[in-house]
């Protein structure tokens, strides 16, 4: 069973920077799809980045293109979110999720294992 643990979530204002981390246990994450959504208060969770097994595999969502980052280090079996340049529409609950296909994938459905999240509040 793999689990998830995000952190690094907090208060921030806009223009500032966090890192978001999720720290993976159960199975190595060199073996693992990961990703990040996010859910805005009253809104449905929606994707945000995502990376294949192979780091070459990225994908963003076009609202955070340019701004985050996703990257992975398989020797502490930990996935980052480098959040720049942050707005407050970026004021969500955010998510790690892990999948077994090869490349990433930007849909729920795409992965099997999910993180209890990580509030990220963005002030103006």
């Known amino acids: 069973q793999v689990q998830l643990v995000e952190s690094g979530g907090g208060l921030v204002q806009a223009g500032a920077s966090l890192r978001l981390s999720c720290a993976a246990s159960?199975?190595?994450?060199?073996?693992?799809?990961m990703g990040w959504f996010r859910q805005p208060p009253g809104k449905e969770r929606e994707f945000v980045a995502a990376?294949?097994?192979?780091?070459?595999?990225?994908g963003y969502a076009d609202s955070v293109k340019g701004r985050f980052t996703i990257s992975r280090d398989n020797a502490k079996n930990t996935v980052y979110l480098q959040m720049n340049s942050l707005k407050p529409e970026d004021t969500a609950v955010y998510y790690c999720?892990?999948?077994?296909?090869?490349?990433?994938?930007?849909?729920?459905?795409?992965?099997?294992?999910w993180g209890q999240g990580a509030q990220v509040t963005v002030s103006s």
């Open positions: 990376i294949g097994r192979s780091s070459g595999s990225t």
């Open positions: 159960g199975r190595a994450t060199s073996r693992l799809s």
């Open positions: 999720a892990a999948g077994s296909s090869f490349w990433y994938r930007d849909s729920l459905s795409g992965y099997d294992h």
